[in-house]
């Protein structure tokens, strides 16, 4: 389910996949957002070099913030590099923040980043999800569920 947004995550690059996301939370909608990079961050994420370890997104001041991203300094940058774990704003329209902050503000509930991609026209964007963190019981639950679909879906390709 998705929040807002004409964007279509399908037909755009990745760059990068946050895998530990639907291990770590129960994820109930998403959004696509720019994000506001500097040039030598756009240089690395072309080269794919990004970790999502740690990443989550905050709303501050009516603004949404992307923290703890790590985007390694680009090597042919010389001294105007940026800061690899520096807060980088994501661009959000007014309506579609209204509704993340009504989201957010119930208890348990945070912005996890799932992945972030070149689109058609070849900007950067970052898909984020409203989440709220698994307990221990509920991640054993979803990997018994795994391994079950993997059982059959295995059972029913020796039977063709």
């Not at 989550?56 to 001294?79: C, F, K, M, T």
Request: aromatic share 4%; glycine share 8%.
């Amino acid at each position: 389910m998705s929040i807002g947004g004409k964007e279509n995550p399908e037909s755009a690059r990745i760059i990068a996949r946050n895998r530990r996301a639907s291990h770590d939370y129960v994820l109930e909608e998403t959004l696509v957002c720019g994000i506001s990079l500097l040039g030598s961050e756009v240089k690395a994420l072309r080269n794919s070099q990004v970790s999502f370890e740690e990443a989550y997104a905050r709303i501050d001041g009516g603004e949404v913030w992307l923290l703890n991203l790590h985007i390694p300094e680009y090597q042919g940058a010389s001294y105007m590099n940026h800061e690899p774990r520096r807060a980088r704003k994501l661009l959000v329209k007014k309506r579609e923040l209204a509704k993340l902050i009504t989201r957010v503000e119930q208890k348990g509930k945070t912005l996890v980043p799932l992945r972030i991609m070149f689109n058609t026209r070849g900007l950067v964007k970052v898909e984020i999800a409203v989440g709220m963190g698994k307990q221990a019981h509920d991640k054993r639950e979803s990997i018994h569920k795994r391994e079950a679909q993997r059982d059959m879906d295995r059972q029913m390709g020796r039977r063709r």
